[in-house]
């Protein structure tokens, strides 16, 4: 673009929206340029109630910090949560589908995909990858947010959810219901209302929990919910939120991980199947540190099969696959595009680098300004990136010098976009999607259920992370 900086005329106001990656850089790292207008405005609109932000700057709560991106970032909660990741995806990925015929066998992840059997084989299946993938990470990754007992006791939690993020850009600029030029929203409220009303008994129920009092039979057991959600309830009750307050904290998190999750690990995997020799070369990499493999007859003396089994290394899926982290940064270059916004706390002078603009110049900022910078755009810039509507990860993979080594860079992706908590691309999320990604392919053949062969849908533009426009109808078999 021929401007690094223009205005843009939003809901009665001015926004300053910023284009130059090394500009977006600077204010993002400035502690004068503020995120918390964006996630007062998100709870207010999308989560329903903002009492969380006044709570923090109340000055009782001062001492009080909700670092949510600070936890997720660092020990010990990483390697707990890489252990929990793990342990999920071995024990679950063998059960991606069933063959059951009756969906009362199935997993609620099945019966959301529409998985069909094939009557002439009964090894291979047909399902909605995107609604199959989506589902089997978002209910993985719920058990390791929130614990067992909350999967089990709220089965119907994720399919509101989808329907909240479904409607999430016109919930946050501040639609009503009745607006006619979005008439899918009025869905999104009572969808919003059945979450929030869930997030209030499981908060009630923790609280009870934590000071050793029976919160009743159906979620009794809670001693496995994460460290970040205990500790972030906790905050609340300390602030003394109400528990619809910190119900909309709670959901705000929970989405933010879920969202992102879900959506990169379908489109990860979808590139990869759908070009042979990419597959071929990812299977190639993994081979060392994820292993699939069902003990024989003979090895185990039963006259019946024994369940397919699953091993990850995920340590090693971090430094030793640089294809496949390649493969997920491309993805989220091509299937990404999130708005960080910022609202100035003092006058802000900032200059172009000279990699952005042959010609670098300065602008300046007034306090009170509202920033936006929307990431999508130097994403998709030819002269950052050739070819930008090639979906190609050999981008990311640079060479040592010095040992001749490969490795994946994510460095001209930055800086990445916010979340209302932080950077999407965090070490949770990170290690999440190439565990889920690394483990789906190592185990199951997925081919088109068509002769027209497995194709990438194109992007159906949401908040954030893009959905694909159509499902993906494919065909799955164990490999083993």
Known sequence: MSESVFGVYLRGETHDTVVSPSMMKTILSSADASSVPALDQALQNVFGDRSLVRNLQLPRNREISD???????????????????????????????????????????????HVSMSEENQSTCEANLFSLVRSFVGQNMSTLLMGETFVENFPTFLSDLWTLDNNFVPLFIGLRRWVPTTPNISAGFPARSRLLHIMSVFYRAFGAWDDGIDPGFELRELDDVSDLVKQRMRIFRKMELSPGASAAGNLSLYWDVIEYTTKLTFWTIIHILADSELLKEIRKEISSCVKSSRPSLQETGFPFDEPPRLGLDLEKVLTACPLLRACYYESIRVHSAGISFRKLESDMTVTESAEDAAQPRTYKFRKGAKVIMPHGVSYNDPQRFSNPDQYDPLRFIVTDPVSGTQQASAASLGPFADGLYGSKNNALTERAILAFTAGIVSMWDITSANESGLAVPKNWKTWGTYQPARDVRVKLKLRV
């Open 67 to 113: 670092d949510v991106s600070g936890i997720m970032n660092r020990e010990p909660f990483i390697s707990d949560a890489s252990a929990g990741i793990v342990r999920l995806v071995q024990r679950n990925t063998p059960g991606l589908v069933t063959f059951s015929r009756s969906p009362v066998d199935q997993f609620t992840w099945e019966r959301e995909s």
